[in-house]
């Protein structure tokens, strides 16, 4: 299965959304736009890493 992350990021935070492959929403959660909120975004999101891979947008 694949996965998709959405990054909005402004100047206080940065809102982050996981979707399927269907476009169905996995996970949504905000980080700080900052060191600590960036170290929080890889393991916030690496629990869907087991269960499919992450598409590359720049494909």
Do not use: E, H, W
Not at 40 to 48: D, F, G, T
């Amino acid at each position: 299965m694949r996965f998709f992350v959405g990054l909005d990021v402004s100047s206080f935070d940065m809102k982050v959304c996981v979707l399927d492959q269907d476009g169905a929403r996995v996970d949504t959660f905000l980080v700080s736009n900052d060191l600590p909120g960036a170290t929080k975004l890889n393991p916030s999101i690496r629990p869907v890493y087991g269960r499919g891979y992450f598409s590359d947008a720049s494909r």
